[in-house]
């Protein structure tokens, strides 16, 4: 019952973190020094469950992306998300191949939410002063990915508050938007990860040793718990900045330097 009550708290804490501003890696890393510490294949694959609530949010995005291909907005938008794709998925596996990995301790994950909610309040405070723009360029594309991959090496970081204010600074100011862009780029990002940490344990037979029941039951509560916040983040941005996470990050940085 314990090691139930574990897991599905590390459900919740992944599907509420991955898409908010405010690093689910680095939540994960806390929330393990009292849950216990899993796989990095069980921490991949629960990312990979909160994708999932991304693609069923936005499945029509994606379908009229495809089957409206040949429109060249379309299919100019498609062209930037696979070109972001490709330059972190070069990235990361030239990180894993230099042995880069996120560090397991807290200190780094307290530094990276502090300096990460610092940054939030100076984008804010820079976009706010810039008009409106939703275009998708080629250098929000490659700034997104290439944002991507710092996110992947250093906990704390976050990939969403990573993309989002990379694609606010490359120009693409209106918050929708930028927001948009990076969670559907996150989609093919994630599932890749997944399925390379799942081939990875399955040649090095890691797989015997992995607690299937207990990672099938956190993805499906991580794509549960992210299909409400990704929802309410939705529509919040709507109408508000980034500046509440900001806080957030900077509050729970200096806490855990505090008392860690």
């Known amino acids: ?41 069980f921490n991949v694959a629960i990312q990979a469950g909160a994708i999932l609530a991304v693609v069923v949010i936005y499945w029509r995005r994606l379908w009229n992306l ?35 990995k996120l560090p397991e301790t807290v200190a780094p994950v307290a530094w990276a939410l502090i300096v990460g909610g610092v940054v939030i309040l100076l984008v804010e405070r820079h976009v706010k002063a810039l008009p409106t723009n939703d275009a998708v360029t080629w250098k929000v594309a490659i700034a997104v990915g290439a944002l991507q991959i710092l996110a992947a090496v250093f906990p704390g970081t976050s990939r969403s508050m990573a993309t989002i204010f990379a694609a606010m600074l490359a120009g ?3 918050r929708p938007a ?69 806080w957030y990050r900077i509050l729970v940085g200096v806490g855990l330097l505090a008392f860690a």
Not at 198 to 219: N, R, S, V, Y
């Open 178 to 246: 930028a927001t948009e862009f990076a969670f559907l780029v996150g989609i093919p990002t994630m599932f890749a990860a997944t399925g390379y940490e799942l081939l990875g344990a399955w040649h090095a037979g890691h797989g015997q040793g992995e607690d299937w029941t207990a990672l099938g039951i956190a993805f499906v509560v991580s794509a549960i718990v992210a299909f409400i916040a990704v929802k309410w983040l939705l529509k919040y941005i709507q109408t508000h900045q980034f500046t509440i996470f900001a």
């Open 1 to 41: 019952m314990d090691n139930l009550l574990q897991t599905i708290s590390l459900g919740v804490i992944e599907g509420i973190t991955e898409f908010l501003p405010i690093s689910s890696t680095g939540h994960l890393l806390i929330a393990e020094h009292w849950l216990g510490e899993r796989s990095e294949l």
């Open 172 to 174: 693409l100011t209106s």
């Open 66 to 100: 495809v089957v409206r291909f040949q429109e060249p907005e379309n299919r100019d938008y498609l062209f930037k998300l696979v070109v972001a794709f490709v330059i972190t998925a070069l990235g990361g596996f030239i990180a894993k191949k230099l042995g880069l």
